[in-house]
């Protein structure tokens, strides 16, 4: 078993083996206490979660540099007392079964007791908040991995991304060398992809060429090989990275992978704020027989009904507006009720899955989907202006 969580509460004594048994077991979960009646195992899905509690005289003081979450979290982090330790097998029976038995548990106690969940492998720090967003909303590659970018060189490529926290997953963390600033989001997007993918059991094998949806290629070579090949980088900048990662290398083995990056560019330019005003013009105009025909949908129709609409994240603790697509699940008092078919791409602030108010007046574009394809201009209009009730 690996640590992976770990629970700090300002409580110095841990949740009594009574409540833990009331608030866990059920036909499907089983909870074994161990002797010294602080700690358990816990039992669910194949899953064995060992639990152990710790407690310190004193308050950590402090939070390391490295650790990402919010001052709130990090202060209770500061003062904490009591430490619940969470350990399992990492892709054991299938890489995020385990992940999120542990975050469930984690949640459950944090429902006894205040306190902030730390992800060793990723070096985040989530709040109670955060933990039932995590456990009650669609699956985000950005709540489990911490992806850091270090200057490892010079020139105009100098930078290295990797990942931290794919080890839960029973998996390599990632990483890419020779990346320009301007690569960075690109970057991110497809390392988020691919990590995603390799969480759910579905990576790519190694050493082999992998085509993408987008039309580019890689490989993912173990780094201890594939660092070999890197020239000019100073090996002490691997301290504290002797893990086991993946290194995302072109079709030819190099570490350039620029046209793999460049249909990643496409999805970060900005909108012409001609285009952006003509799909709000369009979407305003058919606004009122798009809700109409949303309204009178019939119950097996295969019909997805789309929206696109402002929203505010602070990714540097400043106000920047994300355009993000909701489907519409009902019409409430001039607002569209809809839920989150993306994320926002520079936080979690707005998750994949929430659900989400848009007044009709900032609604900026409309789609229909009919059977996972999304109908073009043309037939969206038919379809909106068809059999309208005269």
């Excluded at 060189?153 to 390599?172: A, D, I, N, Q, Y």
């Excluded at 997805?304 to 409430?332: M, N, Q, S, Y």
């Excluded at 936080?347 to 009919?370: C, F, L, M, P, Q």
């Amino acid at each position: 078993m690996k640590e992976i969580y770990i629970l700090a509460t300002l409580a110095d004594a841990p949740v009594s083996i009574e409540e833990i048994r009331s608030s866990f077991e059920s036909e499907d979960v089983k909870v074994n206490a161990e002797p010294d009646g602080r700690s358990f195992v816990l039992s669910a899905e194949e899953v064995e979660l060992s639990v152990r509690f710790e407690a310190r005289g004193e308050a950590l003081g402090w939070s390391p540099d490295l650790i990402t979450g919010s001052d709130e979290a990090r202060a209770v982090l500061d003062k904490a007392r009591g430490f619940y330790r969470l350990s399992f097998e990492p892709g054991h029976p299938q890489p995020s079964v385990a992940v999120f038995e542990a975050l469930w548990c984690a949640r459950t106690l944090m429902e006894h007791l205040e306190g902030v969940l730390l992800d060793v492998t990723a070096f985040k720090l989530h709040d109670e908040a955060d933990v039932t967003e995590i456990t009650e909303l669609d699956f985000d590659i950005r709540d489990h991995v911490n992806l850091h970018a270090v200057e490892a060189t010079t020139g105009e490529t100098p930078l290295w991304v990797h990942s931290h926290g794919m080890e839960k997953f029973g998996r390599r963390d990632v990483e890419v060398f020779h990346l320009a600033e301007a690569d960075l989001l690109p970057a991110e997007a497809f390392l988020h992809e691919l990590c995603t993918d390799m969480a759910f059991g579905q990576g790519p094998p190694e050493r082999t060429l992998v085509e993408t949806s987008t039309g580019g290629g890689f490989i993912l070579v173990p780094s201890e090989e594939a660092r070999h090949n890197l020239m000019g980088l100073d090996l002490q900048l691997f301290e504290g990275h002797e893990g086991r990662f993946f290194t995302v290398v072109s079709p030819e083995g190099r570490h350039n992978v620029s046209e793999l990056l460049r249909p990643y560019r496409e999805r970060f330019l900005e909108e012409e704020p001609e285009k952006a005003e003509a799909l709000k013009s369009q979407a305003q105009g058919l606004l009122p027989a798009f809700k109409a025909r949303f309204q009178r949908k019939g119950l097996m129709e295969p019909l997805t009904f789309l929206v696109r609409g402002p929203f505010l994240v602070h990714p540097e603790g400043e106000p920047v507006v994300e355009h993000l697509w909701a489907e519409v699940v009902h019409w409430e008092d001039g607002k569209v009720i809809g839920k989150l078919v993306d994320g926002a791409m520079h936080t979690t602030e707005w998750r994949k899955g929430a659900h989400v108010e848009i007044e009709e007046e900032d609604v900026e574009a409309i789609a229909v989907g009919r059977d996972g394809r999304t109908l073009e201009e043309e037939e969206m209009t038919s379809l909106l202006t068809a059999e309208r009730p005269s």
